[in-house]
């Protein structure tokens, strides 16, 4: 775990990874999970390894995170997918390639990720 001036950052490494001496550093991507957070941490991570200031995006950052809320606001009061997909965003649903579908699915558990770490997390930088 390293304290950087604006969070902590936090390297994980396999069991004997280190046993030989320093190792490089890699960023894994994890699919499965937003892609968003995980990318930022490699940008800090990138920042941190070349000795620069971490990049502040934040008017990316907490636009995606406003509209999580929304999304967890429409959730909260019991609106489906579709409603949230059409009242949130427009278009057609569920659009072509089903791409508005899919941004309703992906936002949801951004959203109760948001509410759970409350406004200090975010602030923090832990969403």
Do not use: C, N
């Not at 892609?35 to 800090?44: I, K, M, N």
């Not at 636009?63 to 409603?83: C, F, K, N, P």
């Not at 791409?99 to 975010?122: D, Q």
């Amino acid at each position: 775990m390293l304290d950087l001036l604006d969070g902590t950052l936090q390297l994980e490494g396999r069991d004997g990874a280190l046993d030989d001496g320093p190792r490089p550093v890699a960023a894994l991507i994890d699919y499965g999970r937003i892609l968003e957070p995980q990318l930022e941490s490699a940008r800090r991570l990138d920042a941190f390894l070349r000795g620069r200031e971490p990049p502040t995006d934040v008017g990316t950052r907490f636009g995606r995170l406003v509209e999580a809320l929304r999304v967890g606001d429409a959730t909260a009061a019991g609106a489906s997918q579709r409603a949230i997909g059409l009242g949130i965003y427009g278009g057609d649903w569920p659009g072509d390639g089903e791409h508005l579908k899919s941004r309703v699915r992906r936002m949801i558990p951004l959203a109760v990720a948001l509410i759970r770490a409350g406004p200090r997390g975010v602030l923090a930088g832990r969403i």
